[in-house]
């Protein structure tokens, strides 16, 4: 009976981002029964979100602050999920968490609403060793630093929770694509920290369903290996070239537990390898 009454309270959702992840979640959201607002930032993509059934917004939040109908966004919902990410790739200035706080600023008048921030074991630095979700974070990279800094302003909201995303595969995407091929990569005996998309949305759904806030969860999968035998034999089962590693030593070894969501609310990953024959 808790799931049922908690669907009913978060019935409107909005995504802040769209993008792989967040349109999954949108598709999973729907079935259930609930609105789904979600933003893009791109013209030609508000058509695709619409033939999806969800409510289509253009947003886009910039050092310089939010261009869009953010109001109109963020009116009446239950659940705000962000799912945009840093977007230093493409852009080396832009400070994530600046983004942040712009966003924080916008939902003064939505006290109510319960907020999702979907964030990144990157927070993490890169030898950290064991790390869990109890464990401070030490960021060797300035989008480590921007990540930590946008937490622990999330985490001034009381209705908040962060989930921290393992490298994500699924559908069409696999790190091994990028990998294939390349020479001398570093830290061979480094384990892996991926998750499987189909596990990252079962994992939030959840998290909504138990009605999990005000904490900090980790979504990776409980499989960890070494990178240079899982690449290697990736590659082969997909006939890519081989990578080849380093034979420098490496003090890369952060290894990112999941400790919360089985004993909270009976969570178990399906593809737990990760492999590429599961995408």
Excluded at 11 to 37: D, P
Excluded at 75 to 84: G, Y
Excluded at 193 to 218: C, P, S, T, Y
């Amino acid at each position: 009976m808790r799931k049922k009454d908690t669907f009913i309270d978060m019935k409107n959702v909005a995504i802040l981002g769209c993008g792989w992840v967040g349109k999954a979640l949108a598709t999973t959201l729907l079935t259930q029964g609930c609105n789904v607002r979600g933003s893009t930032t791109c013209q030609q993509n508000l058509s695709v979100l619409r033939n999806m059934g969800i409510e289509p917004f253009l947003i886009t939040i910039e050092n310089e602050g939010i261009q869009g109908e953010i109001r109109a966004f963020l009116n009446d919902i239950d659940v705000l999920v962000i799912a945009f990410p840093p977007g230093r790739r493409v852009n080396p200035n832009a400070d994530y968490a600046l983004r942040i706080t712009h966003l924080i600023a916008s939902m003064k008048r939505h006290a109510s609403c319960n907020v999702l921030l979907l964030s990144s074991i990157g927070v993490f630095g890169a030898s950290q060793g064991e790390v869990n979700e109890g464990t401070v974070p030490v960021p060797e990279t300035a989008v480590g630093a921007q990540l930590l800094q946008a937490e622990k302003a999330i985490q001034a909201i009381a209705n908040s929770t962060i989930v921290r995303l393992g490298g994500l595969v699924g559908p069409n995407r696999h790190p091994v694509k990028q990998l294939a091929g390349k020479t001398e990569l570093p830290a061979p005996k480094a384990p892996t920290n991926l998750v499987h998309q189909h596990d990252v949305i079962h994992f939030l759904m959840a998290l909504f369903r138990e009605a999990h806030w005000g904490k900090i969860f980790h979504c990776v999968s409980p499989k960890h290996h070494e990178r240079d035998a899982f690449y290697s034999e990736e590659c082969r089962i997909k006939n890519l070239p081989l990578p080849t590693f380093s034979v420098a030593s490496s003090n890369r070894n952060k290894k990112v537990l999941d400790t919360l969501s089985a004993p909270l609310f009976g969570f178990k990953y399906q593809f737990v390898n990760c492999s590429i024959r599961e995408c």
